[in-house]
Structures are given as C-alpha cells and as structure tokens.
C-alpha cells in the first residue's frame, strides 16, 4: 500500500520490525555494572534489566547486619537499572536520530 508521496507502508513495517529486532539484540548485549556500599555488593545487569551477576564481599556477613546487606542490594540493582536506561535512552537516541520521516507524512 502506498501513502501520499509514494511512501510504501508494507517497507516501513518491514523496516520497524527489523529495527525492533536489532533493538532487542542490542539490548541483550548491553551490560552495566553498578556497586553500592563502597563496592560491598556488586550488580551486573543486562539491557533487558535482568540481574546477570552478584558479588557480595564475604566481609559484610561477619557483621550480621541483614538489613544493611539488603538495602546495599536494592540499591546496587535501581542503579544498575538506572544505567540501563541511560544506556538504552543513548542507544535509542543514535538509532533513531539519523532517522527522519518522510517530509508530508503527517
């Protein structure tokens, strides 16, 4: 099907869904890392937020401190969610940046 100024909507779907699916790759491929308490715990997590490594220093379990153990690691996870999406907000950004729309389109 063809829009105003011989756009073909069938290429540009092709084009989204190829975007999507070299978006998702990127995604999978990216990997931040994130620490809290001064490197105490340690947080690796890919584009797609899923937590793909933990280090925790041995040191912290000989204080017994549970709650503090806990909270080093929610806050090593929101930063390496954090940098997640800055990386994919710049990711996006370059992907999408050289890509104008056709003059007329809307």
Do not use: Y
């Amino acid at each position: 099907m063809k829009l105003p100024g011989g756009i073909d909507i069938n290429e540009m779907m092709k084009q989204a869904q190829q975007m999507q699916e070299d978006l998702q790759r990127d995604m999978q491929r990216i990997r931040v890392d994130a620490s809290a308490g001064g490197g105490i715990v340690t947080v690796a997590m890919n584009g797609l937020k899923e937590v793909v490594d933990l280090k925790i220093e041995p040191e912290i379990f000989k204080t017994g401190d549970v709650e503090m153990l806990q909270d080093l690691i929610i806050a090593a996870v929101n930063e390496s969610s954090r940098k997640v999406d800055e990386a994919m907000k710049g990711k996006l950004g370059s992907t999408l940046g050289g890509m104008g729309l056709p003059p007329g389109l809307f």
